[in-house]
């Protein structure tokens, strides 16, 4: 129902009385969101519904005390465009493809946004038609749009093998919503050749790669949805490196002695690519002596013994190893003793009583408290 607006005005000592209907007719509805899915939250210092794509949301808008006939419309107002469309009055979609209403209540208007896209990101306006002007408080929410990062097959890295010595580029690239951080790690932890535990970048490039950055190298894309990781091998082929365990080795005549050299490599060199030389010749005899190799994760534990030692044995060993990226070589010398030396560690005295003390020490006290609960 109407207002009318009443204006008195005296004039010459004549009353005049003017009747005019009011543009204001009652107070303005009240409007607000009475539920959403998914559920309202603040991002970027706006209500805002996040949104995986491919997904539906709704916005339910509770219309109290509408005036009788007013509509309650829906609109959506574009950012980048800066444009706001119509998209429903009352339960009328002007779109139903994309657009759906319904009333779960008398008041109550839910607009369903249907399989949401990146271009439904904008704000979703709630608003009632009151005559020739709309109502001043309008109920909006933001949507976002977001999608789980992919990692793109076709321009990222797979499993490598290089040279020592070459140069490396890893690369990694994902789509998602919003556009993914690419960062990188090594998989088992540690310093990454561009140093720090983590790099964030689209590429990971290494100069002049070493036998030090063989590993797996992980690529993490993340974004607000979740993340992908891609684990990327980089295998790094060198010649063997040789260290010999201990460099000058004791022994008295008429004893065995065992010399040892660690070789790494890759690829690991075989027993066939494992041999011992003294001042230039292969050692041969099988009666003097006996080859033993051990091969661990990414290394081959190389053992000479040498039998019944005299002195013609005393002087420098070479340790050599090869495979298909070149050769490596290491000495050790066999050293004359007055007394016999063991190949084995051997226990100092001083260990050995006090570990005997220890044990004496336990046994005195489980004794006794045991002793003293059987007594009692």
């Known amino acids: 129902m109407p207002f009318f607006s009443i204006i008195t005005i005296m004039c010459s000592g004549v009353l005049f009385l003017f009747v005019f209907p009011s543009l204001v007719y009652g107070a303005d509805p009240t409007v607000y969101l ?76 839910r607009l369903k946004i249907q399989n949401v896209q990146p271009s439904d990101e904008a704000l979703y306006i709630c608003r009632v038609q009151l005559h020739s002007r709309y109502q001043a408080d309008n109920i909006s929410r933001f949507v976002k749009v977001i999608q789980r990062p992919q990692i793109i097959d076709i321009r990222t890295s797979s499993d490598m093998t290089k040279e020592e010595g ?23 932890g540690g310093t990454l050749p561009s140093g720090g535990r983590e790099l964030v970048a689209d590429k990971l490039i290494i100069e002049s790669v070493s036998r030090e950055h063989k590993g797996v190298y992980k ?37 065995s002695r065992e010399l040892k050299c660690e070789a790494t490599g890759n690829p690991i060199p075989s027993d066939k690519q494992l041999r011992w030389y003294r001042s230039g010749v292969a050692l041969s005899d099988p009666d003097k002596y006996t080859y033993e190799n051990y091969i661990g994760s990414n290394y081959v534990l190389m053992k000479l013994i ?46 050995f009583l006090y570990s005997g003390a220890t044990f004496i020490i336990v046994l005195v006290t489980y004794a006794y408290c045991f002793g003293s609960k059987s007594s009692v």
């Open 34 to 109: 009475d539920q959403t899915y998914p559920h309202t939250t603040t991002y970027g210092g706006y209500k805002t519904l996040i949104v995986e794509k491919d997904k539906d949301a709704y916005l339910a808008c509770v219309v109290d005390k509408k005036p009788k006939g007013m509509p309650v419309q829906w609109l959506v107002h574009n950012y980048a465009t800066n444009t706001s469309i119509p998209i429903s009055t009352d339960t009328d979609t002007h779109n139903a493809f994309k657009y759906q209403l319904d009333k779960p209540a008398t008041n109550s208007f």
């Open 166 to 188: 070459d140069n490396v580029e890893l690369k990694c690239d994902a789509h998602g919503l919003p556009k993914p951080l690419i960062k990188w790690e090594l998989a088992g």
């Open 219 to 255: 690529c993490i894309a993340e974004n607000l949805s979740g993340k992908d990781v891609r684990r990327i091998l980089l295998n790094v082929l060198f010649p063997p490196r040789l260290t010999a365990k201990i460099v000058d080795v004791y022994q008295a005549i008429g004893y």
């Open 306 to 351: 040498i039998r019944n030692v005299n002195t013609v044995d005393y002087g420098r060993y070479t340790c050599y190893a090869e495979n298909i990226q070149g050769s490596g070589e290491d000495s050790v010398y066999l050293r004359k003793s007055p007394y016999y030396v063991s190949d084995r560690p051997v226990v100092s005295r001083a260990s």
